[in-house]
């Protein structure tokens, strides 16, 4: 337990270096097994704080059924991106080890992986109406440039490898997001998903 919690305790240190820009936090924590537990509540915290965003959007636009939303954005939703982002991450492993016979730990793409999911946490700003799309598309484009190198400090791929990783888990990823948010959706607008996903754009 005291090992685990200064991890958690290591945590913020990784996330500040994070938004100093400091790469090389990947190469601490791909191999640190005490890592796993913290980094994966990034996962979780980052997804709640998106579906937080498309929630709060929708209540301040003074929409009805702030309700639903809530529960199908926020608390489904949120729940449910952690769930596809694990298939973001084994995909991106398959394609990897199967496809491209290049040696990757998924115990260590998913801790490297899970603390470049982060900047997904920008969303929750999508409430600030005049600048929902743009919070929501900086969320989504910076969570995607951080995960490549997060890949890439995490097996021995060579860039190629691992954009091509990369955009096959991602575009699994907000496809099956995609489809979520066509799920009971609220007044053709979205469903269950959260921050940018949310939104059903096939109405």
């Known amino acids: 337990m005291e090992f685990q919690g200064a991890s ?6 990784w996330l500040l270096r994070l938004a100093r820009l400091d790469l090389t936090v990947f190469d601490d924590v791909k191999d ?3 890592a796993t537990v913290p980094t994966l509540t990034v996962v979780v915290v ?3 704080l998106s579906g937080l965003g498309s929630w709060l959007w929708w209540t301040f636009e003074d929409f009805p059924h702030a309700g639903e939303v809530f529960v199908k954005s926020f608390l489904v939703g949120s729940i449910l991106q952690v769930a596809v ?3 973001w991450v084994y995909i991106a492993a398959m ?4 496809g491209l016979r290049v040696p990757a730990d998924l115990n260590r793409m998913i801790r490297t992986m899970a603390l470049a999911f982060a900047p997904m946490a920008i969303a929750v700003l999508m409430l600030i109406s005049f600048f929902t799309v743009a919070f929501g598309v900086i969320a989504v484009a910076s969570t995607v440039a951080l ?3 997060a890949i890439q400090a995490a097996t021995d791929a060579e860039p190629q490898q691992v954009m091509l990783a990369n955009v096959v888990g991602f575009v699994i ?3 099956v997001l995609g489809i ?8 053709d607008t979205g469903g269950l998903a959260p921050g940018l996903f949310f939104f059903n754009l096939n109405p």
């Open 8 to 13: 958690f305790q290591n945590l913020g240190s």
């Open 32 to 34: 640190d097994v005490s």
């Open 46 to 48: 980052a997804s709640f």
């Open 85 to 87: 982002w694990f298939l």
């Open 95 to 98: 394609v990897l080890s199967r």
């Open 147 to 149: 995960t490549y190198v």
């Open 173 to 175: 990823f907000a496809v």
């Open 180 to 187: 979520l948010a066509n799920v009971s959706d609220v007044f």
